[in-house]
Each structure stands twice: as C-alpha cells, then as structure tokens.
C-alpha cells in the first residue's frame, strides 16, 4: 500500500515538475498566462520554468519578422484619375503583452493591420496625383505610409517594419481605353510614317527617272555624233576607194547589187538585153569587155 502511494505521489510529482519546464526556441517569445490572465513575458531562448499547470500555462509567438499580403483595392487619387493599388507590408510583434491584450492572435492583427493599411494608402495617396505615385517619389510615399501605419499598429504592440507597393496600375476599363488609345495613336503615326516614305520614295523614283532620261538623252547625242563622225569617215574612204580604181568600184558595186537581187528564192528576172544590168556579163577581153 505505501509503495503504491508513494508510485502516485512520483508520478503526480513528475508530472508537475514536467509542466513547469518550458523552452522558448530563438524564433519565439512566450507569454505566461495563469489562469487565462497574462503574467509576465519571456523573450530569451531557453530553458525557464514556471508554476505548474493548471496554475500557469506558456503562450507562444513569433518573434521573427511577419508577412502581410494587402488585397488590391482602388484609390482616388489628388486628380481624380483610379488606379488599383496592390501593397504588402513587413511587421513584427515587438510587445507579446500588449499583442495578447489587443488582438490576441495573428490572424485578427492581420486584419486589424489591413485595415490600417488600407486607411493610410487612401489618405496618402488621395493627396497626390496619379503621375506621382507612378514616378520616383514612390519611396517617399512609402516612408509616409508606413510611418503612419507604425504609429497605429503600436497600439497593438506591433513594429512595422516595412510598407510597400507591389503594383499602381489603371482599372481594367481605364486600362483597356487607354490602350485603345494608344494603339489608335500608334496606327496614326505608323499612317504618317508610310505616307513620308512615299512621298520621299514617289521622290527619289522622280528623280531616278529624270537622270535616266537625262543620261539616255546624253548618251543618244554622243551616239549620234559618233554614227555621223562614223558615216563622215565611211563617205571618205569611200570616196577615196573610188577615186583611185573607178572601174574596179563600179564593178564591185554592181557585184554587191547582184549579190542582194538574186539572194532570193526566186532567181527568174526580166530585164532588157541593152540594161546596164548586163553590161559585166559580156566577154572580157584584155581586161576590157
């Protein structure tokens, strides 16, 4: 019986003893509750202990940096112009007491932090144009956004560490017009383009042709000149052929006018018998007909 009693009081005594020790790992921080109120906070990893349960219980959480991913949302911006907005941010829980007391866990300060954001990317933005948010000075806006949102989520016990935009773009139908738009612009200019070129082509072909006619006209006169230079000199030296031999010219030039008569098919000819025609087709004698 004692031995028995004594068995219960080891294992009742060892499991307290099991439920005081508690260890924190590097990337956590612990919150000690007692009886569902917060006592006190462990930041250090470790081995701690505490009250056994049921007098105390450990309450874990996340001690790295957290994710938050806003859904997109339209904004109206200084100029009236809508874009859709589509942000992130970078938090982390810098007091567990004030974190446990506010919004308890992460899933309600992902909403609470989402509506702070989205408060704060409409006030900021609403006071600067479209074409600001797109250019350069984004940084600066960020700055103003998320010094904004800390000093809301420090209620919650909660450190911003980071508040960014992923994308700022048009709204399906502004941008599906503006595209439209541009696209009309672009075919515009293309039009102009073609119609420079041909006319700058209609040009060049004007021109071409010009200095063909030009060249053509040029070369027509040098050949003429040429073919009279040509005649000139063949009339001389005809003339000079003829005045050294005159018989031996007339009877090649009357060989040359047989020669183109009867090449023909037909050789049959009627002439008379006295025509000059004839007069090589006598006999020659002593060189002489």
Same mark, same amino acid.
């Given at each position: 019986?004692?031995?028995?009693?004594?068995?219960?009081?080891?294992?009742?005594?060892?499991?307290?003893?099991?439920?005081?020790?508690?260890?924190?790992?590097?990337?956590?921080?612990?919150?000690?509750?007692?009886?569902?109120?917060?006592?006190?906070?462990?930041?250090?990893?470790?081995?701690?202990?505490?009250?056994?349960?049921?007098?105390?219980?450990?309450?874990?959480?996340?001690?790295?940096?957290?994710?938050?991913?806003?859904?997109?949302?339209?904004?109206?911006?200084?100029?009236?112009?809508?874009?859709?907005?589509?942000?992130?941010?970078?938090?982390?829980?810098?007091?567990?007491?004030?974190?446990?007391?506010?919004?308890?866990?992460?899933?309600?300060?992902?909403?609470?932090?989402?509506?702070?954001?989205?408060?704060?990317?409409?006030?900021?933005?609403?006071?600067?144009?479209?074409?600001?948010?797109?250019?350069?000075?984004?940084?600066?806006?960020?700055?103003?956004?998320?010094?904004? +949102?800390?000093?809301? #989520?420090? @209620? *919650? %016990?909660?450190? &911003?560490?980071?508040?960014?935009?992923? $994308?700022?773009?048009?709204?399906?139908?502004?941008?599906?017009?503006?595209?439209?738009?541009?696209?009309?612009?672009?075919?515009?200019?293309?039009?102009?383009?073609?119609?420079?070129?041909?006319?700058?082509?209609?040009?060049?072909?004007?021109?071409?042709?010009?200095?063909?006619?030009?060249?053509?006209?040029?070369?027509?006169?040098?050949?003429?000149?040429?073919?009279?230079?040509?005649?000139?000199?063949? +009339?001389?030296?005809? #003339?000079? @052929? *003829? %005045?050294?031999? &005159?018989?031996?010219?007339?009877?090649? $030039?009357?060989?040359?006018?047989?020669?183109?008569?009867?090449?023909?098919?037909?050789?049959?000819?009627?002439?008379?018998?006295?025509?000059?025609?004839?007069?090589?087709?006598?006999?020659?004698?002593?060189?002489?007909?």
């Amino acid at each position: 019986m004692r031995n028995t009693l004594a068995i219960i009081i080891l294992v009742i005594a060892g499991a307290f003893g099991l439920t005081s020790v508690f260890v924190v790992q590097q990337t956590r921080q612990a919150l000690i509750m007692a009886f569902g109120e917060p006592r006190y906070v462990v930041t250090e990893p470790g081995l701690h202990f505490k009250l056994p349960w049921p007098f105390q219980n450990v309450y874990y959480m996340e001690k790295r940096i957290l994710a938050l991913d806003a859904p997109p949302e339209e904004v109206i911006a200084s100029d009236q112009k809508r874009l859709v907005v589509d942000s992130f941010a970078r938090f982390r829980i810098l007091d567990p007491l004030k974190f446990y007391q506010t919004v308890g866990n992460e899933t309600l300060a992902r909403s609470r932090l989402g509506a702070v954001i989205s408060s704060n990317l409409r006030q900021v933005l609403a006071s600067e144009k479209f074409s600001t948010v797109l250019s350069g000075e984004r940084a600066a806006l960020m700055r103003r956004i998320s010094d904004g +949102v800390n000093r809301e #989520a420090q @209620a *919650f %016990g909660i450190e &911003i560490v980071d508040v960014r935009i992923k $994308r700022a773009d048009l709204p399906q139908a502004n941008s599906e017009a503006i595209y439209r738009r541009m696209q009309t612009e672009r075919e515009r200019e293309a039009k102009e383009f073609r119609a420079q070129g041909a006319e700058v082509a209609q040009r060049i072909k004007s021109r071409a042709d010009r200095e063909r006619t030009v060249l053509l006209a040029e070369a027509e006169k040098q050949a003429q000149i040429l073919r009279g230079e040509g005649d000139g000199k063949a +009339v001389k030296i005809f #003339a000079d @052929a *003829f %005045g050294k031999d &005159i018989d031996f010219f007339e009877f090649y $030039r009357s060989m040359q006018a047989y020669q183109a008569a009867l090449d023909k098919n037909d050789t049959t000819m009627v002439l008379s018998p006295d025509s000059d025609s004839f007069k090589f087709f006598g006999k020659v004698r002593g060189g002489k007909k």
